[in-house]
């Protein structure tokens, strides 16, 4: 009873702790200025000789005594800055006024020579606006400071800070001067007092700012420095959530992934997903026929050169294209509708299955003619992208194409993962799919790194155009070689298809039967669960751009390098290692443990943003993090292909493909919601807090219950 409490107790505190961070955030965003937030209110210590004066734009702040004084009234100057500097741009009203109502109580000499009261408003070392007042001593005073809006006050950079500076310079009340009742009542004593916004005296203390939304017309950066609406749309939130918050939420999962390493054998912790037999000339079959049945040579080859051919637009699109547009001025939620369009054929893309089961072309192969429609529909897609003027500035209608683009890409994927279902032997299933996912991402760095290098170079159009001629030659791998003895390459040909391609075909109820039985199944139904929760972190896909671009100020090439480059190298040997992990120590186990590394490596990366200005760093940081993620992705996909059933293996494991693509476009729709609210420290914290999401979808899953529970099935 006590270990079945230990979980839930833990997922309690980290609801917990979610919770606390959620409200601070709340108030730390409500100290930031906003149109709903244009008031300045003063705080500070009652003695500022060795104390400070600040100000927020929340009113629920809270003094010892409502003001702040010296004991003297010579040689005072102070500021009251804004205590965390400006988390976004602050754009004014050019025709509206900053006013200030503030409260003083001077006690010095009325009829010696000095300096009157000086008010200034300051941002960093500008003087925006200073203003003398003479005021009576001796009383409570109530001061009102009307400032009309310059053209250097329009516009305030993020990270510069508003300040009030106060000056007085008068020596303390004469022997003569003492004499006045009123000064004997108030012991006629030197004092310099500003009264806060919380004062019991009855004084009025704050300042309102006429402020205005980034995406008024009236919002604008009279410095230059690019199009304002582009800066403001490259700009995210100002919400912080505290490290400390998110900590009891990692402690929390470090202590759950010890109770389950401690009951290793009761979450199958320890179950190898690849299969244990050997068998003799153990590369399949031989290498020495010509279709690929016969060779697995061939096998490897074309399936390969296929998951080339998907992950070439993809870089393409996801990284150079992307990045391109993000030093354009395009925002991350454009950006991350872009990525929604492209990531939506995916997530529907199980509805292929059935379609490519039932309606086949035998004399050419039963994936090979859904191949090659999809090979031909996406080049033409991408030569219709040429006729679009001016891609960058017609962000929606490639977008839409993109769409288009994937759906024929979908339909490549379900085909070639359909063939590999076919024609690849039990023992190969986990030693080809790390293949295909690394040929994968070698089209990726094609895509991403080799086109993003030329894309400032060729443009939109001229990278476009280069990437047709590449797809044209990957084509002829498939449409060179045949599945089976006896079929035909083109429709024309001679061939004498075998019989038994025929007599396995189906029809839709057989096929949606044995779906259903497949997915009755636990553990299956939990792969579900796993392929959703996977890619929630994606969110933080499209910020990255905006984080190295924008803020880091990287180039758009270096970073195209980085990220279509070194981290698809790293991506691959995260393939490449997960595999040979998941095959010793058990796919589960690299799952979870991998899982939580890599919530932690994100977490020490947005904990370390002192560091960010750091190439190396973020280098190092972003390398680490990717092989880790990669270990974790292999032996899900190695996971989800164990749950499938043979019998309906293209449809069932094309579906977990699909949720993985659905938990993609989740991800991307919260880019705008959370990158909107948060700065760049919290939203990885966040991406590292969902990423551990995928310890729970893993944790109850048994990688033998399909093959045990439906082994009579097949035999029947």
């Known amino acids: ?51 400070s004066c600040f100000n927020h734009f929340a ?81 409570n005073e109530q001061l009102t400071w009307q400032i009309q809006i310059t053209e250097n006050m329009t516009y305030w950079e993020q990270g510069s800070v508003p300040e009030l500076k106060v000056q007085f310079n008068k020596p303390e009340p004469t022997l003569a001067e003492c004499f006045d009742l009123n000064k004997v009542l108030a012991q006629c004593e030197a004092k310099f007092r500003i009264y806060y916004s919380d004062n019991t005296d009855g004084l009025e203390v704050a300042g309102t700012f006429p402020v205005l939304n980034a995406s008024d017309p009236g919002a604008s950066n009279p410095n230059g420095g690019g199009d304002d609406e582009e800066i403001a749309s490259l700009n995210v939130g100002s919400g912080a959530i505290s490290s400390l918050m998110f900590s009891p939420w990692f402690l929390g999962m470090i202590a759950f992934v010890g109770f389950i390493s401690l009951n290793r054998e009761r979450f199958q912790m ?56 993000a030093d354009k001025g395009v925002g991350a939620s454009e950006l991350a509708l872009m990525l929604t369009l492209g990531t939506l054929p995916w997530s529907v893309k199980f509805l292929w299955g059935p379609v490519i089961d039932r309606f086949q072309f035998p004399a050419m192969g039963r994936r090979r003619p859904w191949i090659l429609l999809a090979q031909s529909g996406m080049i033409v897609v991408l030569a219709s992208m040429m006729l679009i003027p001016n891609p960058e500035e017609n962000v929606l209608t490639m977008a839409w194409m993109f769409l288009v683009y994937n759906i024929f890409t979908s339909l490549q ?61 990957i084509m002829l791998v498939p449409l060179l070689m045949t599945e089976r003895p006896g079929e035909k390459r083109f429709p024309w ?43 929630l972190s994606f969110f933080l896909i499209p910020v990255l751009p905006l984080l190295f671009v924008r803020e880091l100020g990287w180039t758009v090439e270096e970073f195209n390098v980085t990220k279509g480059g070194l981290i698809l190298v790293f991506t691959m040997l995260g393939y490449l290692a997960g595999g040979q992990l998941g095959r010793r120590f058990g796919g589960k186990s690299v799952i979870i443990y991998g899982a939580l590394f890599t919530a932690l490596t994100t977490s020490l990366w947005g904990m370390s943003e002192s560091m960010w200005s750091s190439g190396s760093f973020m280098m190092v940081m972003w390398s680490i993090r990717t092989f880790a993620w990669g270990l974790v992705t292999i032996n899900i996909y190695s996971l989800v292909m164990r749950v499938t059933w043979s ?52 944790l109850f899953i048994d990688p033998a219950q399909t093959r045990r529970e439906l082994a009579h099935v097949e035999q029947g």
């Open 270 to 325: 320890s179950m190898v997903l690849e299969e244990e037999e050997s068998i003799d000339g153990a590369e399949g079959s031989s290498s020495e026929g010509e279709t690929l049945v016969d060779s697995y040579r061939a096998r490897v080859l074309t399936l390969c050169a296929l998951y080339v051919a998907q992950g070439i637009p993809w870089g393409f699109i996801t990284i150079a294209f992307l990045t391109f547009l």
């Open 413 to 473: 994927d379900v085909s070639t993962d359909a063939l590999a279902v076919d024609v690849l032997q039990p023992h190969e299933m986990e030693k080809v799919n790390s293949y295909m996912f690394t040929a994968k991402s070698v089209g990726g760095i094609i895509g991403g790194a080799g086109l993003g290098l030329v894309i400032g170079t060729l443009g939109i159009k001229g990278t476009i155009l280069l990437q047709i001629p590449i797809l044209v030659v």
């Open 493 to 535: 040909s001679e061939g004498t298809t075998e019989v038994e391609v025929e007599h396995d075909q189906r029809d839709f109820r057989e096929i949606i039967g044995k779906v259903k039985i497949a997915f009755s199944m636990r553990s299956a139904q939990l792969g579900i669960v796993l392929s959703l929760v996977m890619s």
């Open 647 to 698: 019998e309906v293996g293209g449809t069932q494991f094309t579906a977990y493909m699909a949720m993985m693509n659905v938990s993609s476009i989740i991800g991307y729709q919260l880019t705008d919601p959370i990158s909107s609210r948060y700065d760049y420290p919290t939203l990885f914290l966040i991406a590292a807090m969902l990423e551990t999401f995928v310890i729970f979808g893993a």
């Open 1 to 51: 009873m006590a270990r079945r409490g230990f979980p839930l107790a833990l997922v309690l505190l980290m609801l917990l702790s979610l919770t606390i961070g959620q409200v601070a955030a709340q108030s730390d965003a409500a100290k930031q200025p906003s149109p709903e937030r244009p008031t300045m209110y003063l705080w500070g210590d009652a003695a500022l000789q060795s104390g």
């Open 59 to 139: 009113s629920d702040g809270e003094t010892q005594t409502g003001f702040g004084e010296y004991d003297s009234t010579e040689n005072i100057e102070f500021s009251c800055p804004l205590d965390d500097p400006l988390a976004s741009p602050l754009y004014l009203d050019e025709d509206g006024v900053i006013s200030f109502n503030l409260g003083f109580l001077i006690q010095s000499s009325e009829t010696s020579d000095g300096d009157d009261l000086v008010l200034s408003l300051i941002s960093g070392t500008e003087v925006l606006a200073s203003e003398e007042f003479t005021v009576p001593t001796f009383s």
